[in-house]
């Protein structure tokens, strides 16, 4: 399983004393079309990595070599509410990497948060305009802070990835399209 990135537009860090707080992850909220699909995250999507403990880093830029948190260390923790799941990162500002991203959240250069996932379970509706795609269950492997909060900064071969089972997917989508027509025919 590829581990598949979002960034959402309505995901926002702020620095608050020597932490990096906000929501990570938005609830039922529609991203931009990802090559022939939208798609949201619904909020019992996050519920395995909360119930299991999920060791969930926190990076600068999806980066693996500027862990900023962990939430096994405790240097990040997450919790669900209403709205999405909101994180709080305390990064060792004693690592440049780490120094160099609290300044920038705090002047507000950087005001976004992003997140890497592998999908679980998820439901396709055809019935729209544009299909949409509901996250349901997923394993979070972790949230970063990101630049460019918004689907077009994505990783490219990712979003190329679901578009390609999007695609693959087009006879069975054919198939329920013709059943609908010939349910409401009848």
Sequence with gaps: METERRAWKECRAQADGNRIVGHAIVF???????????????????DRALSEGADVRAL????SGEVIGRTRAGTMTMKKDDRGLRVMIEPDEEISYARDIMRAVA??????????FQVLS?????????????????????????AFPAYQATDASVAMRSLRE????????????????????R
């Design 28 to 46: 039922d909220s529609r991203s931009e079309n990802l090559g022939g699909f939208v798609e949201v995250i619904a909020s019992e999507a996050v």
């Design 60 to 63: 600068v830029d999806h980066d």
């Design 107 to 116: 002047r507000g250069d950087v005001s976004g948060f992003s997140f890497g």
């Design 122 to 146: 998820d439901s396709w509706d055809y019935e729209q305009k544009t299909p949409l795609r509901t996250i349901l269950d997923m394993r979070l492997a972790e949230i970063s802070v990101v």
């Design 166 to 185: 999007f695609q693959a997917a087009q006879p069975l989508r054919d198939a329920k399209w013709y059943e609908s027509k010939l349910r409401l025919a």
